[in-house]
Nanobody
Framework: EVQLVESGGDLVQAGGSLRLSCVVS????????IGWFRQAPGKEREAVSC????????YYPDSVKGRFTISSDNAKNTVYLQMDNLKPEDSAVYYC??????????????????????WGQGTQVTVSS
């Protein structure tokens, strides 16, 4: 069974940087997707960075493009989210998520929470003005 444990959230001043980590275990198939999502109070959960293994596709919404970067260290079974030039509107609980499937994961589902069935516990990021 897939398990994910994220860490690294903190209180940081606007303009600062954070790196979140997600330790991943239990992926059984070659086709999978890993995503970082965030949810602020009163708002829907949204993707901030996603990766699909079948073609190496990455996705970033315009709100974070150029500031956030997804990467991995396979030897450590860890996925990272590097966040630079943080803004107060980036404040949210951040989650890593995964879907592990013996079939192609379509464009819509790899960019949306409904496409993922494994989730970490979340880590709080707060950006002060």
């Amino acid at each position: 069974e897939v398990q994910l444990v994220e860490s690294g959230g903190d209180l940081v001043q606007a303009g600062g940087s954070l790196r979140l980590s997600c330790v991943v275990s239990g992926i059984s198939f070659d086709d999978y997707a890993i995503g970082w999502f965030r949810q602020a109070p009163g708002k829907e959960r949204e993707a901030v960075s996603c990766f699909r293994s079948s073609d190496g596709m990455t996705y970033y919404p315009d709100s974070v493009k150029g500031r956030f970067t997804i990467s991995s260290d396979n030897a450590k079974n860890t996925v990272y989210l590097q966040m630079d030039n943080l803004k107060p509107e980036d404040s949210a609980v951040y989650y890593c998520a995964a879907v592990d499937a013996p079939y192609y994961i379509g464009d819509y589902y790899f960019k949306h929470p409904s496409g993922y069935n494994y989730w970490g516990q979340g880590t709080q990021v707060t950006v002060s003005s």
